[in-house]
């Protein structure tokens, strides 16, 4: 059985952010994961999220203005008050929902600066953020993602992702495996989900080249759901895709007794 998550920051847009953790729940799914959300208050999701009777799966420390063009606070010395200030309150938030995986991004690299410089703040800051989360049990996690889409996002690729995340030594940092991303840039998803799965916390999928849910795009998610079963991975696989049709629609892929779990005996996409 594959555990499923749904990314309510992505799905079912078509209702105000509060009210997609019980649109989750009515249509079948179990758990959830979210990006930071400044909108609404910490408060008020973790009401909603107990509420809704959901797990959380996973979600985002801030990371900035995502639609502007951020990436994270990690590398940004003037926002640094920033992303310590949230840091503390997305882990109270983690502890009142039950959440042990938070997401962070490195932030992008500004052009024309010494980048070993840069990633040398990133590593201080991440390895801060990291004893802050193991004092309340929480798995940091970082992703590589695509090149493409964000020319200044200085990781990636898996190997050299999980090298620099190995050089921050912080027994609670874990690598996030973004197989949209990671199809974009170096393809060879299950032989890399076999080399790394003791560094992978939090897996998520959405078809490629276009990001939308699975049987619209190049992937074979019959065999990759098989290769993460037969990996020995044990968390959660987060969709995060954007739907093409509503979200209703876009989840005709996966019957209503698959999102709490992908049962590999009965399902085929």
Known sequence: ?????VNISLLFKEYPFLERFDQAARAGFEAVEFYWNNDETPTDIARKVLDSGLKVAAFNFDVGDMAAGDRGLLNDLHRQWQMRENVA???????????????TLAGNLRPGEDREKQLDFV????????????????????????????????????????????????????????MYHMQRMEGNLTVTLEEFVEKIAHIQVADSPKRNQPGTGELNFNYIFRAIEESGYAGSVGLEYNPMGPTAESLSWLPKEHRGGINLETFRL
Do not use: H
Request: proline share 3%; hydrophobic share 40%; aromatic share 10%.
């Open 123 to 178: 590593r201080e800051n991440l390895r801060w953020v990291c004893e802050q989360a193991d004092q309340s049990g929480v798995t940091v996690m970082v992703e590589a993602i695509n090149g493409f889409d964000n020319k200044f996002y200085p990781f990636t690729d898996t190997r050299s992702t999980i090298s620099f995340l190995d050089s921050v030594n912080a027994p609670n940092l874990k690598y996030l495996f973004d």
């Open 89 to 103: 309150i997305a882990l109270e938030l983690a502890q009142k929902v039950g959440c042990q995986k938070l997401t």
């Open 1 to 5: 059985m594959i555990k499923i998550d």
